[in-house]
């Protein structure tokens, strides 16, 4: 290894994304044994020539939970040996916190955690997760969210946008949850998440059980269902410490390897905080029946 990169978004942690990651290299750059190098991620035009031209150095990703999806979408088809480390700056950090590491241990190794993902499938269209897959109240939390940070550059208030979301912003929708091939149904349903982490959305523990790098490979689907807009209001801090899954009659959590969520009508969907709108269902695949179905798929297409 003869010298570090740190490859930053500039625009995570809300904009500071840039003093963040010199600050960072000042801190570390005595420790290292290498130089270390800033490169802005959003600049980078193709990673595979980059890993090319790098392929004894050490990858430093600097930005939040929003970066580090980028990143492993951004690289899906690209073979690596480098050692990879991060750096938590975003608004969030549920990785971070999930994997028990805290920001003064930074920079901390990720490389086993960015391989072998689960995957999201919506319309056709695969995209890897590395947190969770929102659906429901948490996925219009980001719509909205993305809309005021179009109008204005002050912090958003997603915890504000939740409360309104509940009050009246955002209708539950009654639900079919397929998990390897099993059929529930649901109604009032205010969120159907599936989780590779036990975090997301800021610190929301919604799948308290779920371990990312378990032995089992499986995925966890939560669902948060209630007539009541009130009963809702009371049960939503629940989430925060995992407390929810005490209630059976409004929360329920089931796992498996394929798991498919259908809402009765189109709501915004988030994939570790990038949004999609307007979405009716998607399938989300544990990493072992991703790489599966890819190569049946490929075996059909060659018949």
């Not at 930074?106 to 993902?117: C, D, Q, T």
């Not at 009508?265 to 949004?275: N, Y």
Request: aromatic fraction near 10%; charge should be positive; charged fraction near 30%.
């Amino acid at each position: 290894m003869k010298k570090y990169f740190i490859l930053y978004n500039p625009l995570a942690g809300n904009g500071t994304g840039e003093k963040s990651a010199i600050k960072i290299k000042t801190r570390i750059q005595p420790k290292m044994e290498h130089p270390v190098e800033l490169v802005d991620m959003t600049k980078v035009a193709d990673y595979k020539e980059f890993f090319a031209s790098n392929a004894d150095a050490g990858i430093i990703i600097c930005g939040g939970d929003g970066t580090l999806n980028r990143f492993i979408n951004d690289t899906s088809d690209i073979e690596f040996k480098n050692k990879m480390y991060y750096c938590a700056i975003g608004t969030g950090n549920d990785f971070l916190r999930d994997i028990g590491e805290t920001k003064k241990k930074m920079p901390v190794e990720i490389g086993s955690y960015i391989k072998n993902l689960p995957v999201c499938e919506i319309d056709g269209k695969r995209y890897r997760f590395i947190n969770g897959v929102g659906y429901g109240i948490d996925g219009y939390c980001c719509e909205e969210g993305d809309r005021i940070k179009e109008k204005t550059k002050r912090k958003v208030n997603y915890s504000l946008i939740a409360l309104k979301g509940l009050i009246y912003g955002f209708k539950p929708r009654n639900a079919t949850v397929i998990v390897d091939g099993e059929v529930h149904k649901f109604e009032k349903v205010w969120i159907a998440p599936v989780m590779n982490g036990r975090y997301y959305g800021g610190g929301i523990m919604a799948a308290p059980n779920q371990e990312r790098n378990s032995e089992e490979k499986t995925l966890s689907v939560t669902i948060l269902r209630t007539k009541s807009k009130l009963s809702a209001l009371f049960y939503f801090p629940t989430l925060y410490k995992g407390k929810h899954t005490k209630f059976k009659h409004i929360s329920t959590v089931l796992t498996g390897k394929v798991i498919t969520v259908e809402f009765d009508e189109p709501s915004p969907l988030q994939i570790d905080g990038e949004t999609f709108h307007n979405i009716k269902s998607y399938t989300a695949y544990a990493c072992g029946e991703v790489s599966s179905r890819l190569k049946d798929e490929k075996e059909k297409a060659t018949v």
